[in-house]
């Protein structure tokens, strides 16, 4: 084998390894404050989002949010796992995070999204406000 051709294909290994580690390692990477996902139930009137129907493969911060909010009292807001953002902002690029989420949420319906960029979703029949919240590290649990 000339050596180009062994070169190439070296070079070729290491870049196929380093996407490979990206696409594997982001949600080891994190700095910072984690931001979560949090569902506040309201009363609130208005167009909302229908997420009755939201899976946990498309909508996870939401799913896991809405489920804190069933598990508790059903009047307390639930918040989902934590997100904490990547160095040099890499990650976001690899990830899925809460901000997609509410993104996609605020597409889905623009008459839901209130002032302050809350949204407000109904989930069986249930209304919550779905916002992004960073919380300090000091009060994570």
């Known amino acids: 084998m000339r050596r180009v051709t062994r070169n190439l294909l070296i070079a070729i290994a290491i870049v196929a390894l380093a996407l490979l580690a990206l696409g594997a390692l982001p949600e080891y990477l994190g700095t910072g404050d984690p931001y979560h996902l949090t569902a506040e139930p309201t009363d609130a009137d208005g167009p909302a ?51 997609d989420e509410q993104d996609a949420l605020q597409r889905r319906n623009r008459d839901a999204v209130r002032e302050d960029g809350r949204v407000l979703v109904v989930h069986e029949g ?4 779905v916002d992004v919240t960073r919380v300090p590290s000091e009060t994570n649990e």
């Open 126 to 129: 249930e209304r919550y406000y």
């Open 49 to 99: 989002v229908d997420v009755s129907n939201a899976t946990d493969r498309r909508y996870p911060y939401l799913t896991s949010a809405l489920a804190a909010t069933d598990a508790g009292d059903g009047r307390s807001a639930g918040r989902s796992d934590g997100y904490q953002e990547g160095p040099f902002g890499v990650k976001e690029h690899f990830t899925h995070t809460p901000f």
